[in-house]
């Protein structure tokens, strides 16, 4: 078992940034991908920013040049770096990890706000 806990969410005037940190606690030995998802009022969760276990990125193309994702190893710990925000990056942001069983994690969410 994985256990994920998010943190830095909050509001922001557009144009800001934010930075969200994940934690994880368990058998993070297991784990090969990191993630943050996102889910607007009325929409589908989507896929955001993804980091395999090689360092290897995705990004979705709303984010492209304006999120980061990165992770430390060594605290367990994945982030998601975000600058220029715009209203509609307001979402619950969640947390992912996919083990190398395929098995997925996920974090409680934490609300970003984007507004002035």
């Known amino acids: 078992q994985v256990q994920l806990v998010e943190s830095g969410g909050g509001l922001v005037q557009p144009g800001g940034s934010l930075r969200l940190s994940c934690a994880g606690s368990?058998?993070?030995?297991?784990?090969?991908?990191l993630g943050w998802y996102r889910q607007a009022p009325g929409k589908q969760r989507e896929l955001v920013a993804r980091?395999?276990?090689?360092?290897?990125?995705y990004y979705a193309d709303s984010v492209k040049g304006r999120f980061t994702i990165s992770r430390d190893t060594a605290k367990n710990t994945v982030y998601l770096q975000m600058n220029s925000l715009k209203p509609e990056d307001t979402a619950v942001y969640y947390c992912?990890?996919?083990?190398?069983?395929?098995?997925?994690?996920w974090g409680q969410g934490t609300q970003v706000t984007v507004s002035s």
């Open positions: 992912n990890a996919v083990n190398w069983f395929g098995s997925n994690y």
């Open positions: 368990g058998r993070t030995n297991r784990i090969n991908a």
């Open positions: 980091i395999g276990s090689g360092g290897d990125t």
